[in-house]
């Protein structure tokens, strides 16, 4: 025992009168690799919050290296050789990369802060992880995947003995989960403990020693990874098995008629010619690397931002989208991959939000009706299992995936006919991507059509009718789903020409 | 004097002192603080209470009517007011009126007011009064005058924090037309070649190329002394200019300032004027800085309509008073008659 | 603690918890002057209090719009006398009838908003910076096309005197309370109850989420500065009934008392939340307060820190009340 | 591009390509003035672009710092004003020694911009109410010490006017501007190249990152606005040293021309850009402006309206830079 890292014991926690914590605990020894595992809202993040000093906890003990210690700030756990990458990206927009790695430590010699330290480390530092960004770029100016790299450089190089990740893959791609997979095994063997939190079954599997299992705020229990099978873990989570086969062949009719096509596309350098159509009834996977440009497609069609060229025609008449109003007149919806900030008015109540798009309908002489709304939002809280008192509640109350069903909600009464989907499952536990995966489904068998992004291969494989890959603003190829493998799919996706 | 009441019998019925409301036009500028000082003693010798109060500039129209109407609704025995407008004020002024309560102007007093709803004045005339100041400056630039040509022509400056409020532009006029009537009698200059320029209300049409003698008003965007030093530093650094004049303290300083700011020629070739007092206005005045000033008698002004207010109650007649006004210089200014009228 | 929030902006006139702390301290405030002088119990005096709250009041109302949206605008106070400057000046010099010179002030206000508006929306500019822009914009052409001279509107007793009697009858009935109340209570209808004040606080919100789902936010953020626009023509309108003349170069600070009286009516400056209720209590506060503190013998210095300790208390309590709560 | 944004609060003095056109409208403005007035050209107006340039200079560098964490100070001008009024009333009624009534101007300053800092970083008031109540409170209580007067500081020739000569030589030497440039190099080196300047950066880029990286944020709000205060002591120095006699209820409006010339030099309200460089720059072209257009004939109201126009213009030429370039 003496040689445990870390030990929390009976936590608890409360955000007002919603009690988020019920009385968990969780070890970590030095180099071990311990997962935390739990559906959305189940306390992952708050209980490493907690630990980081970030909340303060309502009652429990914890000892870190044998002491008792109840942080009150980010800054004590950090001194004590705690680092956490967030869940969140947590970063200094206007500054540059190495200035965030160092922000807090700089190297100061008579006042005066020493930049070229912190660059250079930092460019050691994204060597050893394999990493190719410029220490002087402005953060501004990365991919989200980037930022999340520089997110986990700036963890790594704290030299700290325990190091937290609460969702590290969501924003990465394969390859670059493969080089943080070899960093943690890295640190593993320096004794360092690791917390991971994560969705995906496969790098649990892969990387971690130990799964500790919460559900609801309930500490569940702590397994042995080799001594559990992915059911049992999820079974743990949600108390049922899922399945998370691939999709065998397209539901579609080879002459079902053609709802969408994109013709030319081109925005800025980061979308250049694309061109692909979108069934009635078709998911359409869109799949690649980060920063293949995939989002800016699906924002350029939904006129979120300006298009340099490319014609769109719906139901084969060309239409001329110049904002997201045009978009949503021609029955467009769109869920962004970042819900929180682009898909919700998270100070609005449920209901507000799931009207949002179309307030008209529920208007009379100008006037909104608000027991329509309530009726209609009431309906697909329901029906979408959105866990939450009523309608009436706040948004910004609700986990990661229940906002995201809201989002869904939102289109459902639009009733838009192409619903594109960027990442609907980035960050939401197995049982509401279950739930979302058969939402899908039901859409598209009542003819309505669904542009899905994803960067998880097998969410890609599962869903699709057909998946169309891109590489670097281009569209590579495209396969029908009877044809795609894991390997072809990543063939294209790397297929870079030169510019 | 606080028990002093059997001189004028300045209580009503139920042995209360009367209460007079007094509206000045502000309070930051030493004058009204000289002027508040006169009231007050009148206040005391007579036996009565008062309060003063001000806007927070003299442009701020909106917070005096607000003043006014406060002080009407007081009910006070009389009310002493210098506006600042009097057209914005006349459903008040009825008002006080219909209650009975005397309205006593001071300062630049009500001008424009209904017959008979102002019961005296005890003022200034600032239009006599800024004539005064474009007397005694002409005097200085006489000789100039009469060797201006076309060719080299002399300008004479005047700078005026606003030119809306009734006694600042009174002043700016008074001084205006008189200077304008003077250089006229020169043998050299004509009427038609005087320029007035520099504010689009008064511009004459006479092109300063045409001119002899051009006469340029200055007014700063904003009421404060850096924008006012501007307005004259923009004079002082025009070559051909002989005079300047400051239509108030903030001119008067504002002018001081500047002449600092642009290699002292109030020293050498251009004779300065200011009004009111201050500190540095009589500094200047007693250095020869500035050729002089124009001084009111602010103490006077103040009790003189505490004075009149306590008459107007006490039902005796009361006419008009004019405080006068002094131009004082470098050789009156520590003498006795004139110290009485300044203010630091 | 939540659904509080929710109130906020969705009830059109049930008051939030800082709603009725202002309300109480608007009822305390005057029930202390009442007690202290006597000559504050006059009508009169209630109808100066009056007076004092329309030109703030309207220009509080449109405000709250552009507040809502997260957005500022600091040209009120110029835009409100340029507005009074020229139609005043129009009616003058081309004898127009007066019902028109009310239709041109609120004309040239709403010009103004529009202006506001499309540096705004259209061209991107932060507001603080677009409304600074149009605050010096405004207060310079007032003057240009007065030629620096006071207007001054027909007196009451003239023909054209009628337009008076909008906010204040002969006999000193402050009418004009009405008014403001009627436009209180309209514009509070469409800041909670229709798509134009919905997306409003929606945008005011989440600008990013509310965009992408399909609604015009430029469209809205320009209908909250010509909103605003329209409310400082009015204020015009009532500012030149009330007080007659119009000087050009006054009104700045305007905008800062009726920005005063909306943050302590608890509209949030960070947009997304606002109450037009709790606008009209603070404006009524600010009222209270500058009429009220002469009848204790407080001079105009003393109101101008006292309304600033007011607004630090008004937002202080705000902050901490869900602290006391406990 | 890009490396231009980073190298705009990187390198210390380096001019980004907003600071370079507004170096470049600068220096066209003062040619446009020197070639249309002879008057214009000589060194005593030069001397006069100081003048205006000191006090609006020192409440601009520091509001910089404020501005750089995503506040906003509006108490500069009232408290410059009350700062110089509390000195310049000590030094009457106590015979203070100069020196150590320019020391008390400065720390009055300090401490309202400590008082602001505690209401913004402390007490999580708005910025833009916090300094709204902070500026009605300092001109209040700027009255009140006073009593309403005005407060006259020592004359040149007197036997404390020593204290003139920090900002002009008997003989008319602008020495101020020495002055100014090394406070701005002083603090263009602390924005730049220490941790205070880099924090204060951090956290108006993004405070809850900044945060969440250990950095007690609220303590460098906090200087971010005893900074502005430092500097708002410093102008009513610069000020009474300028002007000489100080009036209570003055100063209402400097805060929005300090805040001008930080736009026009291209620090962004944002938050997390600044450049010291540039608000001097900024500043250089409205003292410019306010020099040189009388010169050219142009009346006050034109001035109000141009600085409008530039102050747009300077925004909507950063927002579209990037386009002209293509
Ligand atoms: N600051 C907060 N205020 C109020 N409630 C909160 C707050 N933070 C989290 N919660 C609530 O606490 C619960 C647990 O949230 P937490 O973020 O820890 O879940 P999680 O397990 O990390 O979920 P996910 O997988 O979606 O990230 C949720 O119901 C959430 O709504
Ligand atoms: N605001 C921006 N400014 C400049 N470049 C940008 C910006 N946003 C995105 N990019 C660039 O556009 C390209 C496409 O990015 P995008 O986010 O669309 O990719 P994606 O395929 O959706 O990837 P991901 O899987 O990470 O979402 C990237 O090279 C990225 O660097
Ligand atoms: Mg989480
Ligand atoms: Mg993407």
Redesign the pocket.
């Known amino acids: 025992m003496s040689s445990t890292l870390l030990e929390m014991s009976g936590i608890e926690k409360s955000?007002g009168t919603?009690k988020?914590l019920k009385g968990v605990n969780f070890e970590l020894m030095p180099g071990e690799v311990h997962a935390l595992m739990?559906e959305?809202?189940?306390?992952?993040?708050?209980l490493m919050k907690i630990l980081t000093g970030i909340h303060k906890r309502n009652a429990g003990k914890v000892a870190y290296m044998g002491e008792q210690k109840e942080y009150t700030d980010p800054k004590e756990s950090q001194l004590d050789g705690i680092a956490i990458v967030h869940?969140e990206l947590n970063m200094m927009k206007d500054l540059t990369v190495a200035e965030n790695i160092y922000i807090g430590r700089e190297e100061v010699n008579k006042g005066f802060i020493n930049d070229h330290v912190a660059i250079e480390k930092t460019e050691q530092l994204f060597e050893r992880l394999k990493v190719n960004i410029s220490p002087t770029e402005k953060v501004d100016h990365l991919t989200v995947g980037q930022q999340q790299m520089v997110e986990i450089a700036k963890a790594i190089s704290m030299d700290a003995k325990l190091i937290v990740f609460d969702?590290p893959t969501a924003a990465l791609t394969e390859k670059e989960i493969n080089e943080l997979f070899k960093i943690i095994e890295d640190l593993r063997k320096k004794g360092i403990g690791i917390i991971y939190i994560s969705?995906r079954m496969n790098e649990i599997k892969k990387i971690t020693d130990r799964i500790t299992v919460l559900r609801d705020g309930e500490y569940i229990g702590t397994v042995l990874t080799e001594e559990v099978t992915k059911d049992e873990i999820i079974n743990m989570m949600v108390g049922r098995s899922l399945s998370e086969d691939p999709k065998q062949r397209s539901n579609v009719s080879p002459n079902a008629e053609e709802v969408l096509k994109v013709v030319g596309l081109k925005v800025g350098n980061t979308v250049i010619d694309v061109s692909f159509n979108l069934k009635k009834g078709e998911i359409v996977g869109f799949s690649g690397l980060m920063g293949a440009g995939r989002t800016e497609v699906a924002r350029a069609i939904f006129g979120a931002d300006k298009r340099d060229h490319g014609d769109i025609y719906i139901n084969g008449k060309q239409v001329n989208i110049r904002n997201t109003h045009d978009a949503v007149k021609h029955g467009i919806g769109y869920l962004s991959e970042d819900r929180r900030r682009y898909g919700l008015v998270t100070g609005f109540s449920i209901a507000d939000n799931v009207v949002m798009s179309a307030l008209s309908n529920y208007s009379s002489n100008g006037i909104i009706q608000d027991h329509k709304v309530h009726q209609e939002s009431e309906k697909y809280r329901r029906k979408m299992k959105v866990k939450s008192t009523s309608s009436t509640q706040i948004v910004r109350?609700?986990?990661?995936?229940n906002q995201q069903k809201v989002v869904i909600a939102k289109w459902l009464v639009r009733d838009s006919d192409i619903i594109i989907f960027d990442e609907p499952t980035r960050?939401i536990?197995v049982g509401a991507k279950s739930e979302i995966y058969d939402l899908m489904n039901e859409l598209v068998n009542q003819g309505k059509s669904i542009i899905m992004i994803s960067s998880e291969l097998t969410e890609i494989l599962r869903m699709s009718d057909r998946v169309v890959v891109m590489c670097e603003g281009r569209i590579t190829g495209e396969l029908p789903i009877e044809n795609a493998t894991q390997e072809k799919i990543m063939e294209l996706a790397t297929d870079r020409k030169e510019m | 004097g606080e028990n002093d009441t059997s001189s004028n019998g300045s209580s009503n019925e139920n042995g209360e002192k009367l209460h007079i409301e007094v509206v000045a036009k502000g309070f930051q500028h030493q004058f009204w603080t000289a002027v508040s000082e006169g009231a007050e003693q009148a206040a005391s010798d007579f036996g009565v209470t008062m309060n003063f109060t001000g806007p927070a500039n003299e442009t701020a129209i909106q917070e005096q009517n607000q003043m006014l109407s406060n002080a009407i609704n007081q009910s006070p025995a009389a009310i002493a007011l210098a506006s600042l407008d009097t057209e914005s004020q006349i459903d008040l002024i009825s008002q006080a009126q219909n209650s009975g309560i005397p309205i006593i102007g001071f300062d630049s007093g009500v001008p424009g007011a209904p017959e008979g709803s102002i019961t005296a004045n005890a003022s200034t005339d600032n239009y006599a009064a800024a004539e005064l100041g474009a007397e005694n400056i002409f005097d200085a630039i006489s000789e100039d005058v009469d060797n201006a040509t076309t060719e080299a022509s002399v300008r004479i400056g005047i700078v005026s924090q606003e030119v809306n409020s009734m006694s600042i532009r009174t002043r700016t006029e008074g001084f205006m037309d008189r200077i304008v009537e003077l250089v006229a009698t020169s043998d050299n200059v004509s009427e038609e070649e005087i320029a007035i320029v520099g504010h689009d209300r008064y511009n004459n049409g006479v092109s300063e190329n045409d001119a002899k003698v051009v006469v340029e008003l200055q007014v700063p965007a904003q009421a404060t002394d850096a924008a006012i030093q501007v307005s004259a530093q923009t004079l002082f650094n025009k070559p051909d200019l002989i005079a300047i004049f400051g239509t108030n303290e903030l001119g008067g300083n504002g002018i001081i300032n500047a002449n600092q700011a642009t290699g002292n020629r109030l020293q050498t070739d251009v004779v300065g004027g200011g009004f009111d007092s201050g500190a540095l206005q009589i500094d200047a005045v007693r250095n020869g800085v500035l050729h002089g000033a124009i001084t009111q008698n602010p103490v006077q002004i103040g009790y003189m309509a505490i004075e009149l207010a306590v008459k107007a109650v006490n039902g005796e007649d009361v006419s008009d008073v004019d405080t006068g006004a002094v131009w004082y210089n470098a050789s009156n200014v520590d003498s006795e008659d004139v110290q009485a009228l300044l203010y630091e | 603690m939540e659904n509080e929030v929710k109130k906020k902006y969705k009830s059109t006139f049930k008051l939030g918890s800082q709603q009725l702390v202002a309300l109480g301290a608007l009822i305390v405030l005057y029930l202390y002057f009442f007690t202290m002088s006597p000559s504050f119990r006059s009508i009169n005096t209630l109808a100066s209090i009056f007076d004092s709250a329309y030109y703030i009041g309207f220009l509080a109302i449109g405000v709250t719009f552009v507040i809502a949206t997260g957005g500022i605008d600091l040209s009120l106070g110029t835009v409100l006398i340029t507005s009074a400057l020229t139609g005043g000046w129009l009616y003058h010099n081309y004898s127009l009838p007066m019902w028109m010179t009310i239709i041109i002030t609120i004309l040239v206000g709403t010009m103004f908003g529009l202006l506001n508006g499309v540096l705004v929306a259209k061209l991107k500019i932060a507001p603080f910076i677009a409304t600074l822009g149009t605050q010096m914009v405004a207060r310079g052409l007032g003057s240009i096309i007065t030629n620096v001279q006071t207007v001054v509107f027909p007196l009451r007793n003239s023909p054209d005197g009628w337009y008076k009697s909008i906010f204040k009858t002969s006999n000193n009935f402050p009418t004009g309370i009405f008014v403001l109340i009627f436009f209180a209570i309209v514009m509070g209808i469409i800041l909670a109850k229709t798509k134009v004040g919905r997306y409003i606080l929606a945008l005011g919100s989440n600008e990013e989420a509310t965009r992408l789902s399909g609604v015009n936010v430029d469209r809205y953020k320009l209908i909250s500065y010509v909103i605003s626009g329209f409310f400082m023509g009015l204020a015009g309108v009532a500012y030149a009934s009330t007080y007659t003349t119009i000087l050009p170069g006054e009104g700045l600070g305007f905008e800062l008392d009726a920005i005063a009286g909306v943050i302590i009516g608890g509209t949030s400056l960070v947009g997304g939340v606002a109450s037009i209720t709790g606008t009209m209590i603070g404006v009524m506060i600010m009222a209270v307060l500058q009429t009220g503190l002469p009848y204790i013998g407080l001079q105009p210095h003393y109101q101008v820190l006292i309304t600033g300790i007011v607004i630090l208390v008004a937002v202080l309590a705000d902050v901490y009340k869900f602290k006391w709560r406990k």
Do not use: R
């Open positions: 955000f919603n988020v739990g959305n809202g189940a306390g992952k993040s708050t869940q969702e969705h109350s609700l986990s990661g995936g960050g536990d």
